[in-house]
């Protein structure tokens, strides 16, 4: 085929996706924007959810106050009273969330992953994003590196080895029935850890991905999550319907993304304490608030600059680089360490993770009360239903950022994609690091890094890593290393968190000006910094989970209208009038469709003659 039918083709499968496909409406994304400033920003969106964010800081900063005020008390120490915070006024509301409505989150999850399955495996998994003649933007290794880093990058950094030193010593909470510290605890350590870092929060992640993406690229609706709810909705998610949804899901990506910018931060204040006092003799940074807001307000300024690169420029060649240095520090760790013992824990670890797959999924703790397997009572409330709400509450922002890097990529290979590469590495990881703290913990002896984690709160977690370093060769260069992996994951979620919320504030455009990118990208930066300083991180944590209520129900509902959007696009495109249509507008005869999976075949019949080219 010459170069001008190929022209030809492209024009006609573009001009058909939005004849057949697009909804009949006048509506455009971003058509009522403000553009002042060097801003093109909704006008609704936009400002209600700035002011939403700053009174939602303002009000837990002067919490007490405000609580003191109105007579608010909790329990004290000492057996008295004393006036609540805004901390353990959100942890009240959580364990409610926790304890009503655990088991509608269990199942929630498991019906995301059957129905993401479904899609990938049906004959709806040749659909591509952006349709026909979509192309993917980024490489595959780019694109995965993107995703990784978006979704769970200071999240593995922070808690690969603290997580599985707190199973270790329940013996896996009440999930299996084992001594704490032993070898059978051992293994339920790791097999629960890449249980809340498997398949599951990967399946919330794909199934948001793929709703955003396919009402986006395949509808010409806004990237943003109203979009989804367009079948049931129709015109109306361009009005206050689909503004409370917008909003709702800013508030759950800025706050979500403030914690975590708030966990890096220590986590880096605790490798500077470590690396400042193997170089000196003593520590020259401190583990406190001031260095933490210090810590964030440069990766801020480094993010910024980032954000203002664009994404090509920015979050890929960052994340390019996260990978990267990953791979060469797990290198590093499985060659100096324990090399036989690592490869055999991960191996059997994920053995034992897929044989109790099934039964760790539909868990609910129901028959599990005090003194029951150790009498670790509400267990998996406290664990697995909270990483549930944790990662479905960062869906929106993980799940829109992974659809704005996938089109022209199939369902299929989107749904494997997000669910099995990162997973198998993060399995990896967790087996290495997880396995290096348990070896350190039961071989070697050192019962001073599971005395940290359990005993210091966050922080302990924080030194977790660099706790378990110190056993092996080149402690330093590897804290050291550590630092740099947790600064450039904190600049890349920080990159790609402005980016969502930038589309999520534009009325779903999918390119908006850099003033706004670094606006926003300043905002996160400011939100962690006063909530830090203030001591109201543990609240914006519990806040930003307790959405994940809402949004598993609106989950629920999006997985049926992924369905309607899929069948409606295979119903085209195994229609005779698709075949007919590409016909007339390219007057060249027919175009072949493959019928076995919707794809269309991209070059124009001439009688019994295929000039057909993938």
Do not use: C
């Not at 949804?245 to 490798?271: C, E, H, P, R």
């Amino acid at each position: 085929m010459t170069d001008g039918e190929e022209e030809t083709v492209g024009e006609t499968s573009e001009g058909l996706q939005v004849e057949l496909f697009h909804p009949d409406s006048d509506r455009e994304p971003g058509d009522t924007n403000i553009e002042r400033f060097g801003f093109d920003v909704h006008p609704v969106v936009f400002p209600v959810a700035l002011g939403l964010i700053v009174l939602f800081v303002a009000i837990t900063l002067s919490f007490e106050t405000i609580a003191d005020t109105l007579g608010w008390t909790m329990a004290a120490a000492d057996g008295g009273t004393t006036t609540m915070d805004a901390g353990n006024a959100f942890n009240v509301i959580f364990d409610e969330i926790n304890a009503k409505f655990g088991w509608f989150y269990i199942l929630a999850v498991n019906v995301f992953i059957a129905a993401l399955l479904f899609f990938a495996f049906s004959k709806y998994g040749k659909i591509r994003l952006g349709g026909v003649e979509a192309e993917p933007e980024f490489s595959t290794f780019a694109w995965m590196a993107m995703l990784f880093s978006a979704g769970m990058g200071i999240g593995l950094m922070f808690w690969s080895v603290a997580e599985p030193m707190w199973h270790l010593g329940t013996g896996g909470g009440n999930l299996f029935d084992v001594a704490p510290n032993s070898g059978a605890g051992a293994q339920a350590a790791m097999g629960v850890t890449f249980f809340h870092w498997g398949f599951h929060p990967w399946a919330i992640y794909g199934l948001v991905a793929l709703g955003l993406g396919f009402f986006s690229f395949n509808r010409g609706l806004p990237l943003t999550f109203r979009s989804v709810f367009y079948p049931l909705l129709g015109d109306r998610i361009y009005g206050w319907p689909g503004h409370v949804i917008d909003l709702v899901t800013v508030f759950a990506t800025i706050f979500g993304l403030g914690t975590s910018l708030g966990l890096g931060a220590q986590q880096i204040n605790a490798g500077l304490e470590v690396v400042s006092e193997d170089l000196t003799g003593s520590a020259m940074v401190d583990v406190a608030t001031t260095p933490q807001i210090a810590i964030i307000g440069v990766i801020t300024a480094i993010a910024t600059i980032s954000v203002a690169a664009g994404l090509e420029g920015g979050v890929k060649r960052l994340s390019t680089i996260n990978v990267y240095i990953m791979f060469i520090f797990l290198g590093f760790l499985l060659a100096v360490g324990p090399t036989l013992y690592l490869f055999d824990s991960i191996v059997q670890s994920v053995g034992f993770y897929l044989q109790n797959l099934a039964y760790m999924s539909f868990f609910t703790e129901s028959f599990m009360g005090e003194g029951v397997q150790g009498g670790y009572a509400n267990w998996a409330h406290f664990w697995t239903v909270f990483y549930w709400g944790w990662w479905i509450a960062w869906s929106p922002f993980v799940g829109l950022f992974i659809a704005r890097i996938s089109r022209g990529r199939t369902v299929r290979q989107m749904v494997f994609g997000v669910l099995l590469i990162p997973t198998a590495f993060s399995f990896v990881w967790l087996g290495a690091f997880g396995g290096a703290g348990i070896y350190v913990q039961q071989v070697v002896g050192d019962a001073n890094l599971q005395t940290i984690v359990t005993t210091q709160g966050d922080i302990g977690n924080a030194y977790a890593m660099f706790a378990m370093l110190d056993s092996f060769p080149l402690s330093t260069v590897t804290s050291i290393v550590a630092i740099s992996l947790v600064t450039t994951f904190f600049v890349t979620s920080s990159d790609s968190g402005s980016l969502v919320i930038d589309h999520l504030t534009s009325g779903g455009k999918h390119d908006v000006p850099r003033t706004q990118r670094i606006f926003w990208a300043i905002s996160e930066g400011a939100v962690a910094a006063t909530l830090l300083w203030g001591g109201g991180l543990g609240a914006l944590q519990t806040a930003s989970i307790t959405t994940g209520l809402p949004f598993a129900a609106i989950l629920l509902l999006m997985v049926y209208t992924v369905y309607l959007g899929l069948r409606s696009e295979y119903e085209i495109l195994q229609s005779e009038e698709f075949r007919e249509r590409i016909g007339e507008i390219s007057g060249e005869g027919d175009v072949d469709v493959d019928r076995s999976g919707g794809d269309v075949v991209t070059g124009v019949r001439e009688g019994t003659e295929s000039g057909s080219s993938d």
